[in-house]
Structures are given as structure tokens and as C-alpha cells.
């Protein structure tokens, strides 16, 4: 049993080793204080159910595309010769394929990773007041063919990109940029679909999601722009442009 001297005993030392603390820190002199073991990190558990299958997915959709990545250095090669020698690319695509073609258009009108001169790209779709009012006056499906029709030349490339490849509007610019002599690239979704069958050149993604889809877009869009810049350097030191018009 606790007596009433060994709590007062107790009482004076905690008030004593107070009083010391007290003046040391007056003085400037540095307490120690005891030092606090850091909180464990928290354990994430494994992703599971839908995270972990889009995950998946994504990974199953990799492997055979990687395998039409040939096409995306071609395209950026040869885009490279174009946008060189004068010519222009037109980019356009709906929802989230339209964010992916403005960002192609953003990547070469900006850069990629190294400086570089700027290129002409324009994404259709970036223009408000020319889609909404051809949209008004002409109809959904004439936003882009119009502007192709206005912006286009012979020998320019025109990218289109699709999850469904089967937008009518896509469609309709597609044929207007065909009319205009101009070289049709359309990034899709799995094919057969029509505006793969529309284009000249088309890199299909095989996949079950427009999620994926979307994502190897992005990838498909960084593989063209690497390529692009790879190439640009030979072709500004001298290399020839005489093969732009038959890209």
C-alpha cells in the first residue's frame, strides 16, 4: 500500500526534475528528448476485382500491339518528312479520342521530349465556334469533313482516331480527306471496322474495353511522336523530302 511519505518523496522529484528541465531550456541548453520510432508504413493490400482486371487487361492487349509497332514508327517517320517540307497533319476524333488527337497536335506543335522547331498540326475538333456552327448549318456529320475540305492539301496526312471506328462524322472526313489527296491514318479499335476500311493505313487495337482501347492510343501517339523526332533530325541535317506527297 502506497504511504502517504513515498507520495510526497514522489511529488518533490517529479517537481525537482521539472524545474531542471525548466532551466536548461533557459539557459540554451539542448534537452534530449526521447526519440519516437516512426509509424509503420501501411501494407496496400492487392488490387483485386475490377482494378485488377483492368490491370489485366490491358496487359493482354499489349503484347499484339506491340507487335504493329512498326506502323506507329512509319507514321511518324513519314510524318516527319511531311510536316518538314511544308505540309500539315489534321487530327480529329470524338469524346476521349479527340483529347488523344489534341494531344498528338499539342506534342508537335510544342515537343515531345527534346527542343525542336514547330510543326503545323491543328485538332478539328478545337475549333468551337467552326464545329458547333457547321454542326448547325450542316449537320454532326460535316464538323470535320469541312474542315478538311478547308484546311487540307494534297500530300497532307490526316489522323483519325476512333475506339468504335464507325463515327459518321470520322467517316465523312475520311472520304473529304481522300478527295483532297491527302494520306488517311486511322488509330481504332479492334477491326475489322469501317473507318479502318475508309483509310489508307489503320493501327487497330484488339481489345474488349474502350478504356484500353484509349489507353494504347496514348501509347500509339508517344510511339508516332518518338518516332517523329527520331527521324526529324536526319531529315533537317539534309535528309530528303521528295517522298512526303507519297506518304
Not at 509509424?39 to 506491340?66: I, M, N, Q
Not at 470520322?170 to 491527302?182: F, P
Not at 484509349?214 to 501509347?219: C, N, P
Request: hydrophobic share 40%; net charge negative.
Amino acid at each position: 500500500m502506497t504511504t502517504a511519505k513515498t507520495t510526497d518523496k514522489t511529488a518533490k522529484t517529479a517537481a525537482k526534475t521539472a524545474r531542471s528541465t525548466a532551466g536548461a531550456a533557459g539557459n540554451g541548453t539542448k534537452v534530449r528528448r526521447a526519440r519516437t520510432a516512426p509509424a509503420p508504413s501501411p501494407v496496400t493490400p492487392p488490387a483485386t476485382g475490377p482494378v485488377a482486371g483492368h490491370c489485366d487487361e490491358l496487359l493482354h492487349a499489349l503484347a499484339p500491339f506491340r507487335d504493329q509497332a512498326g506502323t506507329a514508327q512509319s507514321w511518324g517517320e513519314r510524318l516527319a518528312r511531311v510536316l518538314a517540307g511544308g505540309g500539315r497533319l489534321l487530327a480529329a476524333g470524338n469524346g476521349g479520342s479527340a483529347a488523344q488527337a489534341q494531344h498528338l497536335t499539342a506534342e508537335l506543335v510544342g515537343r515531345y521530349r527534346d527542343d525542336r522547331p514547330p510543326f503545323s498540326a491543328i485538332a478539328l475538333h478545337a475549333d468551337t465556334s467552326s464545329t458547333t456552327a457547321i454542326a448547325n448549318d450542316y449537320g454532326v456529320d460535316e464538323v470535320f469533313a469541312r474542315q478538311v475540305r478547308a484546311h487540307g492539301r494534297e500530300g497532307d496526312v490526316l489522323m483519325l482516331l476512333s475506339t468504335s471506328g464507325a463515327s459518321a462524322n470520322l467517316l465523312s472526313a475520311a472520304e473529304a480527306g481522300r478527295e483532297a489527296g491527302m494520306s488517311v491514318w486511322a488509330l481504332t479499335g479492334p477491326a475489322p471496322n469501317p473507318l479502318a476500311a475508309g483509310s489508307d493505313e489503320s493501327l487497330c487495337v484488339q481489345a474488349g474495353s474502350t478504356a484500353t482501347v484509349q489507353e494504347l492510343h496514348l501509347v500509339a501517339v508517344h510511339m508516332v511522336c518518338a518516332a517523329f523526332d527520331a527521324a526529324l533530325e536526319d531529315v533537317l541535317e539534309g535528309g530528303s523530302t521528295d517522298d512526303a506527297a507519297d506518304a
